[in-house]
């Protein structure tokens, strides 16, 4: 099956992924989504690119998707191009990049050089960004965040009665903010790899010294990550009275500051917290349920103090190699400013995103009273160069293939796009069922080898949950079995004992805030999700990424 959102693929850059873009873009990619904010993100793509000197934009092609590509509505992330600025940056790899963004995934193909891919000069470029990189310690430090968060907040703050706009204006509203989108975007890829080179040097030190089991807690802990703050917020709500003022006030509060959140946020047509409620009511009630001891704040100062002793411990190592001790101090020392930075820049784009999907929701219930739509969310199925018929002309001429596209776009949610592929896939009609069990369910003694994803172990019934909208199935102690985590699934990773994920790297977005507030996580243990019977009771290690059934 075709869908209109599908793109064409690149030629000299084969390998695609859904690493990464998967926990971003869960769901099929809207057609508004992918004629406006996903060509721009692009652009952003290129430009970060140039920015930190790994490519040139001559190198990609005009008018054509190369860094993004959209197969079966799915998006995906152009996999040869991230390694390729493994191989170009000193001191990396492809298979660093790999390592950090795939994880223990089968089916990546080894690279293979190709004439044009070994650049001496943007290598060079590349060294002298990486210089400026370890010398930024602290979030302080990256001002461009900085002024984009402020930014962001201040169009929250600024935000008019959308009731009042005319639905002209409500379109230009979205198409401002869509293309100020491109600058953030920029900022958060640039952001995402100037991340890698401190994960870079501590992998590569603590594996030559034989100590990988140092890495984890080097990474955790680290404090300032912006998508763990609602869940910290969200923790002290549950310690309230539900039917209490103080607790409708910081409710109220809550979804001031952090209504943008939600599951699958970059995408405008999706829900948020604050377009529905009710999604951050039920992850606050499984909170509620939960021990003193499950809270965020306490679980942060375990990894901080676990940071600073391994940190300690490795340092200790190296210390008659000064060249190393030296470089490996100051990769530590700038961790503590990419890593959160990252997630700054997430959210910063995230919090614009939720302001461009504000009007078009607006829009989207004038059109529902027309009986134009069937849903405020149908927007989502209008392509940019419809806008026109759609405001000015006439809209319910778009009614009967706004609904065709919906029932596609549903269709194509229930399977399962392929992790990678190389030059082109068999399409959606041979993908698995979303949801199917496999023939080899785990069995009583008998285990599932992830990664490790943040250190712990624990023990608890396994709940296979594979829609963060509703977090209602999971009780205190139970340990969360996921497909795929964005942001939005994380205020359940705290009344959780523990989290496994059946895909997920050093770099994941979900895998850093775990780390943050402390919870054990595997990654990359591969179909857990239909592999670990939901209740059965399991055993966690997230130091060594082993998950055993103890009770079927």
């Not at 950090?100 to 060079?124: C, K, W």
């Not at 399962?416 to 698995?432: A, L, R």
């Amino acid at each position: 099956m075709y869908y209109v959102t599908d793109t064409t693929l690149s030629e000299r850059f084969p390998i695609y992924t859904r690493a990464n873009v998967g926990e971003v873009f869960p769901d099929p990619v809207t057609p508004l989504t992918s004629d406006t904010g996903l060509w721009l993100a692009e652009l952003g793509w290129r430009d970060a690119w140039e920015r930190m000197g790994a490519f040139e934009h001559d190198e990609f092609p005009d008018d054509e998707f190369c860094q993004l590509g959209v197969v079966g509505g799915y998006g995906y992330l152009n996999a040869s191009l991230i390694r390729l600025f493994g191989e170009r940056a000193p001191g990396l790899s492809w298979k660093d990049m790999d390592e950090q963004f795939f994880g223990a995934q089968p089916g990546i193909p080894d690279y293979v050089e190709q004439p044009g891919d070994v650049r001496p000069d943007l290598s060079e470029k590349l060294g002298e960004t990486f210089a400026w990189v370890f010398g930024q310690t602290s979030l302080d430090d990256l001002t461009r965040l900085t002024e984009h968060r402020r930014m962001t907040i201040e169009v929250r703050e600024q935000r008019p009665d959308l009731t009042t706009l005319s639905d002209g204006e409500l379109w230009e509203r979205y198409d401002r903010y869509v293309h100020v989108h491109r600058e953030l975007f920029a900022e958060h890829l640039f952001t995402t790899y100037m991340a890698t080179v401190p994960v870079g040097v501590i992998n590569g030190v603590a594996s030559a010294v034989g100590r990988p089991d140092l890495i984890m807690p080097i990474l955790s802990g680290i404090g300032d990550v912006d998508s763990a703050e609602p869940s910290h917020v969200m923790w002290e709500l549950s310690r309230l009275d539900p039917a209490s003022d103080e607790f409708e006030a910081g409710f109220a509060d809550f979804l001031h500051r952090f209504g943008s959140r939600g599951p699958n946020e970059w995408e405008a047509r999706s829900p948020t917290w604050e377009t529905r409620p009710a999604l951050a009511l039920a992850a606050i009630d499984r909170m509620r349920a939960a021990p003193e001891t499950a809270s965020p704040v306490v679980h942060h100062a375990e990894r901080a103090a676990q940071r600073a002793a391994a940190a300690d411990e490795l340092l200790g190592l190296v210390e008659a190699d000064a060249a190393t001790h030296g470089q490996l101090a100051a990769a530590i020392a700038c961790s503590a400013a990419w890593l959160p930075g990252r997630e700054r820049t997430k959210t910063n784009n995230i919090r614009l995103i939720h302001e461009m999907r504000m009007p078009m929701r607006e829009l989207g219930r004038r059109m529902v009273e027309r009986g134009v739509f069937d849903e405020v969310e149908d927007f989502g199925f209008v392509r940019a160069a419809e806008m026109d018929t759609l405001i000015d002309g006439d809209a319910a001429s778009l009614t009967a293939t706004i609904r065709e596209r919906r029932a596609e776009y549903a269709t194509l949610g229930e399977r399962i796009p392929p992790f990678v592929f190389v030059g082109s896939t068999d399409g959606p009609d041979s993908w698995e069922v979303r949801g199917a069990r496999r023939a080899d369910t785990l069995l009583t003694d008998q285990t599932l080898q992830g990664m490790p994803g943040c250190p712990g172990q624990a023990e608890g019934r396994a709940r296979v949950i594979l829609d963060s909208n509703d977090p209602t199935a999971l009780e205190p102690g139970d340990i969360l079995v996921a497909p795929i985590t964005d942001p939005s699934w994380t205020p359940l990773f705290v009344p959780a004992a523990a989290v496994v994920v059946d895909v997920g790297a050093a770099l994941s977005h979900a895998i850093i805030v775990s780390r943050e507030l402390g919870i054990p996580c595997v990654i990359s243990a591969t179909d857990a999700t239909r592999r670990i019977p939901d209740g059965a009771r399991v055993h966690v290690d997230g130091s060594s990424g082993l998950v055993t059934v103890l009770d079927g």
